[in-house]
């Protein structure tokens, strides 16, 4: 069927006209920084400032698999100051790194705050998408924002267990998240959930790391945590998966096998938490339960631990992170690239390297990314696989918590 072609001109103009009549007026830059900010909340200022740094929410065409790869790589520094040429700063603005782990070596001694806000300022000035921000601040001996720098007190887990007072919980908690947030921290390794089953943990219990030998003090302790944090905007990440308080063995030193020693009621917090829809991410831990995988693969490299027990059997629908990957429990026993594909196909998705490790075996965030981007090249992970993490580490950046 033919149509005149006065009617055809006739037609594509009125697309034509539809078209633009649909495209929005939008504000140029200029006129954008132009405007005041008159009447607005310390509320909504947070919110604001916090819808700046929520990364895009969907996979798109011109996500590059470079860019997802790079999402999954989080990598430790060994600067408290930055110069322009570092490494790292490349790496970010090439889309090699999503996120940043701080220890105390990253806290400069003197002008300590300053200097740790703009350290921050200057990583997430390279980022496309916004980083991750990470620390290890349970509190009592994981602590590295010390008083000594002009910081806050925040004692052990297993003090505030055994006080059960959820109040001082909140508060303490709330003191160190307004200072995590002030310093543009907005992820933390805790709370740790393990349960104290094993009184002699050389690397919980002992070092006062869990809240109690109660499930459900745990659970309860753990959720005034995450809530306190999240008044805050700074997400938590529990740990360590399925249960490290069982432990003889500590796994940065080796080996920590908890066949005979774990007990299902480890389980207990995780199962809770992520019923109340509390949990942001979860982070597997190095040990090792022969009754859970039975070809003894440690946690953070077996998919019947991560995905098995954790998604499968828990429901557990969002981020996993690896605990660090140059633990010896994991270098001495099996090579970076085999770990990596182990964590990666268990259901792993990012892939934590703190470089506190010798200088000769410090690993580059472009090196992590090379070696998953050649596994994804010989075919022995997947590109769905990236793509599952790519879409988990996103919801996780997009999350809205405050």
């Known amino acids: 069927m033919s149509f005149p072609s006065s009617f055809r001109l006739f037609f594509f103009a009125c697309i034509f006209l539809a078209v633009a009549c649909r495209k929005a007026p939008q504000k140029t830059a200029s ?30 065409p011109e996500d590059s698999l470079d860019m997802k790869i790079g999402q999954m790589v989080m990598i430790g520094i060994p600067s408290t100051i930055l110069a322009p040429t570092d490494s790292i700063l490349k790496e970010i603005k090439a889309n090699k790194v999503g996120g940043i782990v701080l220890f105390e070596k990253n806290v400069h001694p003197t002008n300590s705050k300053e200097t740790l806000k703009k350290l ?7 980022a496309s998408i916004p980083l991750f921000i990470s620390i290890d601040e349970e509190g009592g001996k994981v602590h590295r924002l010390k008083e000594k720098y002009g910081f806050t007190k925040m004692p052990s887990a297993a003090y ?3 006080l059960d007072n959820l109040d001082s919980t909140a508060y ?10 002030e310093l543009g921290i907005n992820l933390n390794y805790a709370p740790c959930v393990d349960v104290a089953i094993n009184k002699n ?49 500590d796994s940065h030193k080796g080996m920590a096998d908890v066949t005979t020693t774990w007990q299902t009621s480890e389980l207990i917090p995780y199962k809770k938490i992520i019923q109340a829809g509390e949990v942001d991410a979860i982070m597997t831990a190095h040990i090792v ?20 027990l954790l998604r499968d059997s828990l429901k557990y629908e969002g981020a996993v992170f690896s605990d ?34 010798n200088p000769k075996d410090i690993i580059s965030a472009s090196k992590v990314h090379a070696i998953v981007k050649g596994l994804v090249m010989k075919g022995e992970i997947s590109k769905e696989r990236i793509d599952q993490s790519y879409k988990r580490i996103l919801r996780l950046k997009q999350k809205a918590v405050n």
Do not use: W
């Open 289 to 308: 339960n022969c009754k859970l995988d039975t070809s003894c693969l440690p946690s953070t490299l077996s998919k019947k631990v991560v995905t098995g």
């Open 31 to 60: 006129s954008e920084k132009g405007e005041e900010k008159k009447g607005v909340t310390k509320k909504e200022e947070k919110k604001e400032v916090a819808s700046k740094g929520k990364a895009k929410a969907a996979l798109s």
């Open 120 to 126: 921050v300022s200057t990583l997430q000035e390279q």
């Open 172 to 181: 303490y908690t709330r003191n160190l998240a307004g200072l995590m947030s």
């Open 201 to 249: 943990n050389p690397v919980i219990a002992k070092i006062e790391r869990s809240y109690s030998e109660d499930p459900a003090i745990v659970t309860k302790q753990a959720l005034a945590s995450i809530r306190a944090q999240h008044q805050y905007g700074v997400k938590t990440i529990l740990k360590h998966f399925p249960g490290h308080g069982s432990s003889t063995a």
């Open 160 to 162: 505030l267990g055994k």
């Open 324 to 357: 660090d990957m140059q633990m010896y429990a994991i270098s001495k026993f099996y090579g970076t690239e085999n770990a990596v594909k182990l964590a990666v196909n268990a259901g792993v998705d990012v892939l934590l390297f703190g470089n506190n490790v």
